[in-house]
């Protein structure tokens, strides 16, 4: 993955980051503990040598708690075509 950072850093570049924002006004519909979020927010850096930190709503997170967040409103992370995992 750190192909996805400009120029694999040489550019002084060191980190890819992609940022996905749900709209969470819909309550009834809303993933479990994130009722009270207008929108809901996760975030993916990718250093350079490939380490990857995960981030809802600004905290890090595990990696773990960012795909339980997507399986609980019925998303596939394990589809190859779902690029934020």
């Not at 890819?16 to 207008?38: H, M, R, W």
């Not at 850096?45 to 773990?64: A, D, E």
Request: hydrophobic share 40%; charged share 15%.
């Amino acid at each position: 993955l750190s192909e996805l950072v400009y120029k694999q850093g040489q550019a002084g570049v060191n980190k890819a980051v992609v940022t996905v924002i749900f709209n969470n006004e819909d309550t009834a519909n809303s993933p479990i503990g994130y009722e009270s979020f207008k929108e809901v927010t996760v975030t993916r850096q990718v250093l350079l040598g490939g380490k990857s930190k995960y981030f809802i709503n600004g905290r890090m997170t595990p990696v773990g708690q960012v795909q339980n967040l997507f399986h609980s409103v019925q998303l596939n992370v394990n589809n190859p075509h779902f690029l934020i995992m």
